[in-house]
């Protein structure tokens, strides 16, 4: 099964850096309710492994919904899709949508998430807690040992090379580990000099 979920990318912090930006076009305002801040910039929208390893990932202006990115993310490696026999994607509630739910059963994924308020608790919400943990943690890597927001991209292109220059890291540390049997494969701290 895979994991999914979006996190913020900020790309600049003061008015004046916003309007000289070349990210114009691409960044945007956005709201990062785990730290209950705005902020300017981009998302990035992490599918991956619950061992952390990334599968799928894009960066999309955070006026654009969730699951619109998501959907197109999927149509977009439709063979990578493809190769599988059924795939189960947990997600948050962000991602709550009964257009999006039909459209992955046509891709043969089956969509866990929490149940809204205007919903019955859904199959499997038990063990939603525990694996939405883990690509939490894997944000936090992404933003603790490998400072994704502080990545210093000045144009769309150069934050695109430095966030796929940490997700490249991360996955080859969590194969290296892997492949070395280590107690803990997203661990980097052997990698960090």
Same mark, same amino acid.
């Given at each position: 099964?895979?994991?999914?979920?979006?996190?913020?990318?900020?790309?600049?912090? %003061?008015?004046?850096?916003?309007? $000289? %930006?070349?990210?114009?076009?691409?960044?945007?305002?956005?709201?990062?309710? =785990?730290? =209950?801040? !705005?902020?300017?910039?981009?998302?990035?929208?992490?599918?991956?492994?619950?061992?952390?390893?990334?599968?799928?990932?894009?960066?999309?202006?955070?006026?654009?919904?969730?699951?619109?990115?998501?959907?197109?993310?999927?149509?977009?490696? &439709?063979?990578?899709?493809?190769?599988?026999?059924?795939?189960?994607?947990?997600? +948050?509630?962000? !991602? &709550? %949508?009964? +257009?999006?739910?039909?459209?992955? =059963?046509?891709? $043969?994924?089956?969509?866990? $998430?929490?149940?809204?308020? +205007?919903?019955?608790? $859904?199959?499997?919400?038990?063990?939603?807690?525990?694996?939405?943990?883990?690509?939490? =943690?894997?944000?936090?890597?992404?933003?603790?040992?490998?400072?994704?927001?502080?990545?210093?991209?000045?144009? !769309?292109?150069?934050?695109?090379?430095?966030?796929?220059?940490?997700?490249?890291?991360?996955?080859?540390?969590?194969?290296?580990?892997?492949?070395?049997?280590?107690?803990?494969?997203? %661990?980097?701290?052997?990698? +960090?000099?």
């Amino acid at each position: 099964h895979w994991i999914t979920d979006a996190t913020p990318v900020p790309c600049g912090m %003061s008015r004046p850096t916003v309007k $000289r %930006s070349e990210m114009a076009g691409w960044a945007g305002y956005g709201y990062c309710a =785990s730290h =209950s801040r !705005f902020y300017w910039g981009l998302k990035l929208y992490l599918v991956c492994t619950p061992t952390g390893m990334p599968v799928l990932w894009a960066l999309a202006n955070p006026k654009i919904g969730e699951r619109e990115v998501l959907a197109a993310m999927l149509d977009h490696d &439709a063979a990578l899709i493809a190769e599988r026999d059924r795939i189960l994607l947990i997600a +948050d509630k962000g !991602f &709550a %949508s009964n +257009d999006l739910e039909a459209a992955l =059963s046509e891709q $043969r994924i089956d969509l866990l $998430r929490p149940h809204r308020k +205007d919903e019955t608790a $859904r199959n499997g919400e038990p063990m939603l807690k525990k694996v939405r943990q883990l690509i939490e =943690s894997v944000n936090d890597t992404l933003k603790g040992q490998l400072d994704l927001e502080q990545h210093g991209g000045r144009t !769309f292109e150069g934050v695109a090379v430095r966030v796929a220059q940490r997700l490249l890291a991360m996955a080859a540390a969590i194969w290296h580990n892997n492949k070395t049997a280590a107690p803990v494969t997203r %661990s980097l701290i052997a990698y +960090d000099h």
